[in-house]
């Protein structure tokens, strides 16, 4: 039986393309990248970042002020565009502040501000300046808290970090605490900002790329490390409602390799047929395929042959992270709200700086934008370890089965 589906009733999206959904849309439609030479406090590194301007210069302030960190900086930036906070307090007068939840994503939180305490570390004793705040900024619960409080609601309330799952799972979540009872409505989200932790461990690690990265690409050699804040406020979908909805959300495990995906993308397969039964959707009806697409050569591989295995070779599917970069722990609100911006807006974007895909992989890259209408799309993330979600959004009415993708439509 499909699962009740899920409706976006708003949603908002900050990273390095700007604030705001009008900042993304207009710049998947030109093909501008927000990625630039890292300039990233004082990182000595040869990598592109999707860096957010300005944050360094807007502390928080008042009540918020024990929260103030670049991570929360970041999710007080995002909340504030779109008329989210207008939206947010609508449905609070609708179903009540403790009746909204809240499942934010994060990986690394406020660990920018641990950083900064232990450069100011006394050199003698060690300790941290007592201005030090762990619990409103490192700690991972930090951004949910800051996001609750700064938007009114008292409800159930969740920090969700897998990598760069967590905000993707963070969807799923949200709809079986509402199926269980326990909210009538959710704000789900992602936060993960720029730290030196980030950077140099990705680059440690050899995953980072010396240019911008190229999903996909026969040369492709690493990620671009970005940050970014999304948030969407979800309800249950009346019947005919018009609204993109959540149809189907699938997680799986590779439990593989401490960081390495499953080189045959078991894990990520499961996923993504999980979402597809979820919604009683056959795969042939997915009309575009957001994918993970970090761009690094081993990743790209395993997620490329578990669609594969999956779609076969002909879905249209793209990776949006030349775009912003890898947002980590806001990869998948990211593109889950770029997937939605694409059903509302017709577009299949293309997979930004590659110019020549890897012969080797058989998924059905696109390269250059192509406008077509959509009425289901898929969004892919994929963490450390094996942590693996897949998304379904669709258009309601969904299309019967056996109608296919519609090739040809405008």
């Not at 990248?33 to 990598?47: H, I, M, N």
């Not at 140099?200 to 690690?205: D, R, T």
């Not at 959300?249 to 995906?261: K, L, P, R, W």
Request: negative net charge.
């Amino acid at each position: 039986m499909a699962i009740k589906p899920l409706a976006i009733a708003a949603c908002t999206l900050t990273n390095a393309l700007g604030p705001g959904l009008q900042a993304s849309l207009r710049a998947l439609r030109r093909g501008e990248s927000g990625l630039r030479p890292c300039d990233f406090e004082d990182a000595d590194l040869k990598t592109w970042i999707g860096r957010v301007a300005g944050l360094e210069e807007e502390p928080l302030h008042g009540e918020f002020a024990p929260f103030d960190c670049r991570n929360n900086r970041l999710a007080r930036l995002g909340l504030e565009q779109d008329e989210f906070g207008a939206a947010v307090r609508i449905a609070r007068n609708r179903y009540g502040a403790d009746r909204i939840g809240v499942f934010v994503g994060t990986s690394t939180s406020g660990i920018g501000a641990t950083e900064h305490a232990y450069r100011q570390r006394d050199l003698v004793t060690g300790s941290v300046p007592a201005t030090f705040d762990y619990q409103h900024t490192h700690n991972v619960f930090s951004v949910t808290d800051f996001t609750r409080r700064w938007l009114g609601l008292t409800g159930v309330a969740f920090a969700i970090s897998t990598a760069c799952s967590s905000s993707a799972k963070a969807f799923a979540a949200a709809w079986r605490q509402m199926r269980a009872g326990f909210c009538d409505a959710a704000v789900v989200g992602g936060v993960d900002s720029l730290c030196l932790t980030t950077l140099y461990g990705f680059n440690a690690l050899g995953l980072t790329s010396p240019r911008p990265c190229r999903p996909w690409g026969l040369e492709r050699d690493g990620l671009s490390v970005g940050e970014a804040a999304g948030f969407a406020l979800l309800e249950w979908a009346e019947p005919g409602d018009e609204r993109v909805l959540l149809l189907g959300y699938g997680e799986s495990s590779d439990a593989y390799h401490m960081t390495a995906a499953h080189p045959e993308g078991v894990g990520a397969a499961l996923a993504m047929q999980q979402a597809l039964t979820r919604a009683e959707v056959p795969p042939e009806q997915v009309d575009y395929i957001n994918l993970h697409g970090t761009a690094t050569p081993l990743n790209d591989a395993a997620e490329d042959r578990a669609v594969v295995r999956v779609f076969g070779p002909d879905t249209p599917c793209s990776s949006t992270k030349g775009w912003t970069g890898h947002t980590l722990g806001a990869a998948g609100v990211t593109e889950a709200i770029f997937v939605r911006l694409c059903l509302e807006h017709s577009l299949i974007p293309g997979t930004l700086n590659t110019r020549q895909r890897d012969p080797k992989l058989g998924a059905g890259i696109v390269l250059e934008n192509r406008e077509r209408r959509l009425r289901l799309a898929l969004s892919n993330s994929f963490g450390f370890g094996g942590s693996n979600c897949s998304l379904l959004f669709g258009r309601s009415p969904s299309p019967r089965v056996g109608e296919g993708r519609g090739e040809g439509e405008p």
